[in-house]
């Protein structure tokens, strides 16, 4: 019932039959809890005895399960089958603590499925004292009948949400293609290459929080696993370049894609063109990394599916010889070699997305940017590394026209900023923000249009659980304004190395005016 259950709390429509292991691929879906809240659902292959010695593809459908924050056991409860849902429970966890990864130990939900069909309750209560014995939590639900399903999905939610991190900031992100959804520049996730870069720039975060801001000049080689005659008698290997990673074919160069390049797992392509199905033997498509594949078949298609563990290469069949003829004689069963290459400072980059322009570098305001004024996205970074989110509204009449983007670059140099890219704007602007005194974030900017979509985003996190060193105060005016002569109320409150609100004590003082505590421990600021 696990594809049943995924397709009625999301909108993914997983292949779903009466019999077992209909799924032979992980599926996806996002489920939508509530307005802001909301996670990727994988309905992963049925896993048999066996498994975590390899029976049944069991390595490549645990190593789906690895990938995954919390999981969501479903048993089948209704007694249909004459099956024992305690002990089908304690199989698939032996083969989870058998694998070796502490699967076992990972935040776990208990589903007893099809409750609606259940002749005899005596197997369903028994899994129920069974699991909440362990100290799981135990839900009764049917799939197909859409009962207890909300609450299931609420309470992933809530375990998600209790993993231990803190959203302090958030910020729409790179330039789409409106008409595909594709990311202009480069996607970077969990260290690996999801988009190439097409030349433009990026700001990338490394495992130490640092960020490197600039063009990352990613370069990926394919040796196609076989020699050829290069005119003068000697043989020399086939190299050939890649022009990008996950992005829509054109009628030139050699592409890649991956098994998450889209929802339906495929290429995306709609001519013909040749494609190298593989398999990936070893490596990651990491930056500085080396990948060791398997042909499993060369095809002239308009459309390749691919497995998680595939990778595909493709060339339109109105491409220069040099690429299809290239890919036509590769042998089956050959292996091929991917070398990820990126300029310096962005071999460990963990997360990273595109920006289209650069509006400073070195200091200075790029010369010639287009003109206009709009709502605006921006990213700087200072000499020490430190970054600046920047917003400004426009397109509201009494509020904002918005900036250009050389006055956006300005007002960043004027904050500080060496280095200035800009991130989509328009209708994307959105700049969210947790407050030391709150406990979810909140768009602070005034968007100009609501509900816009975005192909990817920054969220800035900490962990949610208090550090108890005070790293900065929190100061906050009772007033956005104050005239000249007037006094507003002013209140500090200190913030641990983890953005979380702690007790500490504190003066204030004004460089200009006056400044007098209060008795209820506020600051009164009189302004010159």
């Known amino acids: 019932g696990k594809s049943t259950l995924l397709s009625v709390v999301s909108k993914a429509r997983p292949k779903i039959a009466n019999y077992h292991f209909t799924t032979l691929f992980p599926n996806l879906g996002v489920v939508y809890v509530e307005e802001g809240v909301s996670f990727v659902l994988a309905d992963i292959p049925g896993i048999i005895e066996g498994a975590a010695e390899g029976a049944g593809l069991g390595h490549d459908f645990l190593r789906h399960i690895d ?86 999905m609420y309470a992933a939610a809530r375990e998600l949400e209790a993993e231990g991190y803190r959203v302090v900031a958030g910020i729409n992100g790179d330039f789409y293609n409106v008409s595909t959804g594709l990311p202009i520049g480069m996607v970077v996730t969990e260290g690996l290459l999801r988009s190439s870069d097409a030349g433009y720039y990026a700001i990338g975060f490394r495992a130490d929080g640092s960020a490197i801001l600039g063009k990352p000049g990613v370069k990926v080689s394919a040796n196609l ?63 500085g990394s080396t990948v060791t594949l ?20 493709s060339a339109n069949l109105q491409a220069d010889s040099y690429y299809t003829t290239a890919l036509q004689n590769i042998p089956q069963g050959s292996e091929l070699t991917l070398t990820v290459s990126a300029n310096d400072g962005w071999e460990d980059v963990e997360y990273a997305i595109g920006a289209l322009y650069c509006l400073a570098e070195n200091g200075a305001v790029v010369p010639n940017l287009a003109a206009g004024s709009n709502p ?100 906050h005016a009772a007033g956005d304004y104050v005239l000249a002569g007037s006094a507003v109320s002013v209140t500090a409150s200190g913030v641990d190395s983890n953005y979380i609100p702690m007790d500490a004590s504190y003066t204030l003082s004004a460089s200009a005016g006056s400044v007098a505590e209060q008795e209820d421990g506020r600051y009164l600021l009189t302004t010159p």
């Not at 099956?83 to 698939?92: G, H, K, L, N, S």
């Not at 298609?301 to 990778?311: E, G, H, K, N």
Request: proline share 3%.
């Open 67 to 152: 990938r995954c924050r919390l999981l969501i056991h479903v048993v089948d409860v209704s007694g249909s089958e004459g099956r024992d849902p305690v002990a089908d429970f304690e199989a698939i966890q032996a083969e989870l603590k058998e694998y070796g990864s502490g699967l076992e130990n990972r935040p776990m939900l208990v589903a007893g499925n099809k409750v609606d069909i259940a002749a005899d309750r005596s197997a369903l209560e028994a899994l129920r004292t069974h699991v909440e014995g362990l100290g799981l939590p135990f839900y009764e639900i049917s799939a197909a009948a859409q009962q207890g399903t909300r609450e299931l």
């Open 225 to 287: 696993g076989y020699a050829v005659d290069d005119g003068f008698g000697n043989s020399t290997e086939l190299v050939r370049p890649v022009a990008a990673v996950n992005k829509a074919r054109t009628n030139s160069g050699l592409y890649l894609y991956t098994y998450d390049f889209n929802a339906k797992h495929t290429t995306g392509t709609t001519e013909p063109g040749i494609n190298v199905v593989c398999t990936v033997e070893q490596g990651k498509l990491a930056i």
């Open 294 to 313: 398997r042909v499993n078949r060369v095809e002239e298609t308009a459309v390749t599916s691919l497995a998680p563990d595939q990778i595909v290469l």
């Open 376 to 475: 605006r996205t921006a990213v700087g970074q200072k000499a020490d590394g430190t970054l600046v989110f920047y917003t400004i509204d426009g397109r509201k009449t009494g509020h904002s026209i918005g900036a250009s983007l050389t006055q956006v670059g300005e007002r960043l140099l004027e904050l500080g900023c060496q280095t200035v890219l800009c991130l989509d704007g328009g209708g994307s602007t959105n700049l969210a923000v947790t407050t030391p005194d709150s406990t979810t974030a909140t768009i602070i900017n005034r968007p100009s249009e609501t509900g816009r979509k975005v192909t990817n985003q920054v969220f800035l996190v900490a962990s949610d659980r208090a550090s108890g060193d005070l790293d900065h105060f929190y100061v």
